[in-house]
């Protein structure tokens, strides 16, 4: 019954800056560990980011590191992503996923949303 739908995505220019959000439902989000995946086309999907339930433990992939944060507002029920600096390579279908035992093996995923970025 977890629902994760992504939102944010569109078209920006390199050097812009973009904001994701994920918004899942229940009323356990408090207690759950949120993840931010890509996938370009052709490639293979990407780890970009994650967060514990309480927003003190946070992991980047390198290829974002410095450029994107992760946070969340458990009141709201929501993970965001904010993207800054964005390059070409950044272009994807961005996934919201949940990992509900807290052990790297996601359990849930949004449908995604799409973030292209233009030279």
């Known amino acids: 019954q977890v629902q994760l739908v992504e939102s944010g995505g569109g078209l920006v220019q390199a050097g812009g800056s973009l904001r994701l959000s994920c918004a899942a439902s229940g009323h356990t989000f408090s207690s759950e560990t949120m993840g931010w995946f890509r996938q370009a086309p052709g490639k293979e999907r990407e780890f970009v980011a994650r967060i514990s339930p309480n927003g003190y433990n946070i992991r980047y992939g390198d290829a974002v590191k410095g450029r994107f944060t992760i946070s969340r507002d458990n009141a709201k029920n929501t993970v965001y992503l904010q993207m800054n600096s964005l390059k070409p390579e950044d272009t994807g279908i961005y996934y919201c996923?949940?990992?509900?035992?807290?052990?790297?093996?996601?359990?849930?995923w949004g449908q995604g949303t799409q973030v292209t970025v233009s030279s």
């Open positions: 996923a949940l990992d509900r035992a807290s052990d790297y093996t996601y359990d849930y």
